[in-house]
């Protein structure tokens, strides 16, 4: 998490324009976001929060009278709390209206063609837009690029620092991961099964994992892995992925895409350790 916090954030601007994914962009980092609230209620809210410099306010042009009473409001909350930042968020007409053409929710003056909708919510903010402490315009930004603009803007640089990777082992037997980002099939690894000694046991037990790294190839094999994955794990970060899962498949679960999982859960902890790195074994323990 960040040293120290940037806030509290109060954020409006137009429809369509973002605000939502700034809000769940700041609520991935552990703020609390409210939406809409009554504006009588702002001032009560920052006062009882535990923890104000970690609260996020979204309002839009649904709250009656928001662009005549929250240049009051905004002056007062900055008194008592000056890291409060305002932000506004706003885009291209043309934009806009492509954005609506396939959203699920109306613009809120929804009695008006879409264009004049647009242009009537224009005039109506357009005093909070002096007020702003930044002007986020996102007419040419995708989801991913406003979500890095945010993180930025609070002190959050490194995309990776909110990613969880985790490597899954499982049984061909009992069917595939259905959410896995990548699924790696390693029943061609020497099986430990087949040795009595090993058969109960686990790809966890240091038994099975000296005896496969014995094996001929399975090194090469588990480096070949290796420069894949650490290639690709920070292009997934890059593209803000906060989950990815990565699983290892064999014919029982047990022993070789176990081994896999821990393996590369160890490797991965050393190479990024500023990713949350996890491991499941999902069959693992289903033979006994």
Aim: proline letters at 7%.
């Amino acid at each position: 998490m960040m040293e120290g916090w940037r806030g509290p954030f109060v954020i409006s601007g137009l429809s369509g324009a973002g605000k939502s994914v700034l809000s769940r962009s700041l609520e991935d980092l552990g703020y609390t976001c409210i939406d809409n609230i009554p504006l009588d209620l702002l001032p009560p809210l920052f006062e009882r929060a535990e923890e104000p410099e970690r609260l996020v306010v979204v309002l839009d042009v649904r709250a009656k009278g928001l662009a005549l009473q929250l240049p009051g409001i905004l002056e007062g909350l900055r008194r008592d709390f000056p890291g409060l930042q305002f932000l506004f968020v706003e885009a291209g007409e043309s934009v806009l209206q492509q954005r609506f053409s396939v959203a699920r929710r109306p613009h809120p003056f929804r009695g008006l063609p879409m264009i004049e909708a647009i242009r009537a919510e224009n005039r109506e903010l357009e005093p909070l837009r002096g007020l702003a402490d930044f002007r986020l315009d996102t007419t040419r930004l995708t989801p991913h690029q406003l979500r890095r603009e945010i993180l930025e803007m609070v002190g959050f640089s490194d995309p990776s620092t909110l990613m969880t990777v985790e490597f899954q082992s499982f049984s061909y037997l009992r069917g595939v991961p259905e959410t896995a980002s990548m699924v790696f099939d390693v029943r061609f690894l020497p099986n430990p099964f087949f040795c009595p000694d090993l058969r109960e046991l686990s790809g966890s037990d240091r038994k099975v994992s000296d005896w496969l790294i014995r094996q001929k190839g399975v090194p090469d094999h588990l480096s070949s892995f290796s420069t894949l994955i650490k290639g690709l794990i920070p292009e997934y970060a890059a593209e803000m992925k906060p989950y990815l899962l990565i699983a290892f498949g064999c014919t029982g679960g047990r022993h070789r895409s176990v081994f896999m999982a821990e393996s590369m859960s160890e490797i991965c902890r050393a190479e990024f350790p500023e990713i949350a790195i996890r491991t499941q074994h999902r069959d693992r323990d289903q033979w006994r």
